[in-house]
């Protein structure tokens, strides 16, 4: 098969703005732990499980905010990896929190550490036919006092780029926008517009992701079709069409495909809900647990598929959603990030998600942006996506879930 340009799945994740106010100190957290080896991908299947439930935790909160009209792409992955980073820096109640809602609450820091170095190290190795890319950086104002341990496990843990800047020069905010356009692939342009005066830190994580369909769409089959909008209404899409080999499941409210890419190891799974129920309804009961059973019922078979080409961008804040899963703290002047800065006075004070994806005949290609800010105070039927839909892309091996999206009508390109 052609091994064409395309394909590119861009995250740009946590630019975390850390600004300075006051809040008291608390008991310091766990230590990062051992390193890993690099060379192989391993991850526990307690934090498999547990990060999975996350993402679809996240993917059901966000979805609930949005509505049913609205189309939906987040970066499970993006997020865990920059809240996995912020918690480091955390204390008591707070840090308590996010490991809670991250999941994490069954394993130390240290293990869950332990897995973000290896994912960091290995994850991008797991598919030679497919280019994957993970990079973190820290910038932070040149007066501000960073904890060493703090800026240790984000060097040898996260493998971030540490860097003092002059905050107050306005060239500071064209270095660290261009580190996330260099990053992925020109993708991501912009995350910070300026820096304000009480701004003291930013954290950037970058996921980058090229892969080709491993079977692709035919362009000559792609044809106008009918897409069921959930309103009732109806609207045009350009339906791409193939008769291939899958991997594929039926449940009595869904059925699902997957579509692989490269060499097998990465894959998009489309999630098309029954007639008689809608993908909200989905996306509202669906569980890790449910994910995990889906991969071990999926047998390949032959199948007649349609997937509308689709190109989106989104944005949303996250601040309320993360507060319902379990770590209110961190948004409040009660913070404790006193492992960034041992005097504290540290709080989180937004968390937002910029993202992009375009899928078409020959692969996938997305991007995402979020955004942290820390302020001192078998049926042979033919099976057409030919209505709302979910979607899931992740690394099969780890279960690794990169992206969780929504489509609710193909044919909007915004949010």
């Excluded at 099976?383 to 990169?402: A, N, Y």
Aim: glycine share 6%.
């Amino acid at each position: 098969m052609k091994t064409n340009f395309f394909s590119t799945l861009t995250v740009v994740t946590a630019s975390v703005l850390l600004t300075a106010i006051s809040c008291q100190n608390s008991s310091v957290s766990p230590s990062p732990g051992e390193t890993t080896p690099t060379g192989e991908l391993r991850v526990s299947a307690p934090f498999a499980n547990q990060t999975t439930q996350f993402a679809f935790d996240l993917a059901k909160q966000v979805n609930a905010k949005e509505g049913s009209a609205k189309n939906v792409f987040i970066s499970p992955l993006s997020l865990h990896i920059a809240l996995g980073m912020i918690l480091n820096g955390a204390n008591g109640t707070t840090a308590q929190e996010i490991q809670k809602a991250l999941n994490l609450d069954a394993q130390t820091l240290a293990e869950a550490n332990q897995t973000y170095q290896n994912l960091m190290e290995n994850l991008p190795l797991v598919d030679p036919k497919v280019t994957l890319a993970l990079a973190n950086s820290v910038w932070y104002r040149n007066s501000f006092s960073v904890a060493t341990s703090f800026r240790d496990v984000l060097k040898n843990t996260f493998k971030a780029e540490v860097s003092a800047q002059n905050f107050d020069d306005p060239a500071t905010v064209g270095k660290i926008n261009g580190w996330a356009s260099e990053k992925t692939n020109g993708r991501i342009p912009k995350v910070i517009d300026q820096i304000q005066p009480d701004n003291v830190m930013f954290l950037l994580n970058a996921l980058y992701f090229k892969g080709d369909w491993k079977s692709q769409f035919k362009t000559e089959q792609t044809i106008d079709a009918p897409f069921k909008l959930a309103s009732g209404g109806e609207t045009t899409v350009r339906m791409m069409r193939q008769n291939t080999i899958v991997r594929q499941a039926f449940r009595p409210t869904y059925s699902a495909f997957e579509l692989p890419y490269g060499a097998d190891k990465f894959a998009m799974t489309v999630l098309l809900p029954a007639e008689t129920t809608s993908a909200d309804a989905l996306l509202t009961s669906f569980s890790g647990s449910d994910w995990s059973q889906l991969q071990k019922d999926m047998v390949t078979s032959s199948l007649d598929l349609g997937l509308p080409k689709f190109t989106l961008t989104y944005e949303v804040n996250l601040n309320d959603v993360l507060s319902a899963m379990g770590m209110p703290t961190a948004f409040t002047d009660r913070a404790d990030f006193t492992k960034m800065n041992p005097t504290g006075g540290l709080t989180l004070s937004f968390v937002k998600q910029n993202t992009f994806v375009a899928v078409d005949e020959k692969g996938t290609e997305a991007a995402a942006v979020t955004t942290g800010g820390v302020s001192t105070t078998s049926i042979p039927m033919p099976k057409l996506c030919d209505r709302p839909f979910v979607f899931v892309i992740h690394e099969k091996s780890s279960g690794t879930v990169l992206f969780v999206g929504k489509i609710a009508d193909p044919t909007k390109t915004n949010s």
